[in-house]
């Protein structure tokens, strides 16, 4: 899918392909869309799905689908969201789970762990199944071992190095494909 911004026309590719995927039919897994602009083109590539379930979720699934979306969209062949945002984000939201309830705990790590694997990083997956595990052992379920906390561990550590600014493709930064 192409199409022109003309004159001064601020127009965020995503932003229009989020407008657009209601519209979409619903076998079309993924969109390539190329926006020429003043400054350049730019090319989105977007899988729908995560978009999908972003715009119909709510709470927390809504949120991880966002981000699971910007972990996988590219302008220009770039990540929107590198891995560092992902993790950034997805350890974000086990510190909002510290004192949740177990189950409540079991089914966000689900929702985490699984979108870590479509995202295609193991070591995030690892630490949210992690901090399940961690959860049960407080809760009186079997003592976490030494290699689950080192791994949970890990969520300290994305939380503790913000990612700095991230790609959403209004910036000058974009050379013209």
Known sequence: MSGAAHGNLGINPLSVIAVLTPLIPADVRRLVFRLKRQRGAVVADVMLEPLRRFQAGEGLAKNIAFVELLGRATLNGHPVF???????????????????????????????????????????????????????????????????????????????KPPGAWNDGSGPKFTAA
């Open 82 to 160: 590198p891995q560092r945002h992902v993790r950034f984000m997805f350890a974000f939201y086990v510190h909002g789970l510290l004192e949740a309830a177990l189950a409540q705990v079991e089914e966000a790590g689900l929702l985490l762990a699984g979108s870590a694997r479509r995202l295609k990083d193991r070591e995030l997956a690892e630490a949210l199944e992690a901090f399940v595990l961690m959860k049960r052992a407080q809760a009186g379920g079997p003592p976490a071992s030494a290699t689950t906390i080192r791994t949970y561990n890990r969520l300290a550590e994305y939380i503790g």
